[in-house]
Nanobody, 120 residues
Framework: VQLQASGGGLVEAGGSLRLSCVASLSISRFNAMGWYRQAPGKQRELVATITGLSSTTYADSVQDRFTISRDNTKNTVYLQLNGLKPDDTAVYYC???????????????WGQGTLVTVSS
């Protein structure tokens, strides 16, 4: 499985970006897809997830500013980032997950990451 993330860049505070994650196979094969981010010196954190039924979850820090969506016909998951803040600066990683019989048996696939830099 290959996940190709793109769309990152440099933007001023308050600006917007749209990240894309294209999978090498049908995303309907995954139980959930999501975006995570890792800022310099910090641990990777969950940003947003979307299930096969398009149920979404968001980190509190991005709620009402970011929107995750999916297009099964294009095998692509998107993350629309609005109202960007300097604290949103991070490498954003695409994730695809296949659920196992319990959490510890879940299988995760990761993209290479795309850098988002927000200037103040």
């Amino acid at each position: 499985v290959q996940l190709q993330a793109s769309g990152g860049g440099l933007v001023e505070a308050g600006g917007s970006l749209r990240l894309s994650c294209v999978a090498s196979l049908s995303i309907s094969r995954f139980n959930a897809m999501g975006w995570y981010r890792q800022a310099p010196g910090k641990q990777r954190e969950l940003v947003a997830t979307i299930t096969g039924l398009s149920s979404t979850t968001y980190a509190d820090s991005v709620q009402d500013r970011f929107t995750i969506s999916r297009d099964n016909t294009k095998n692509t998951v998107y993350l629309q980032l609005n109202g960007l803040k300097p604290d949103d600066t991070a490498v954003y990683y695409c994730n695809a997950r296949v659920f196992g019989s319990s959490d510890k048996y879940d299988r995760d696939y990761w993209g290479q990451g795309t850098l988002v830099t927000v200037s103040s």
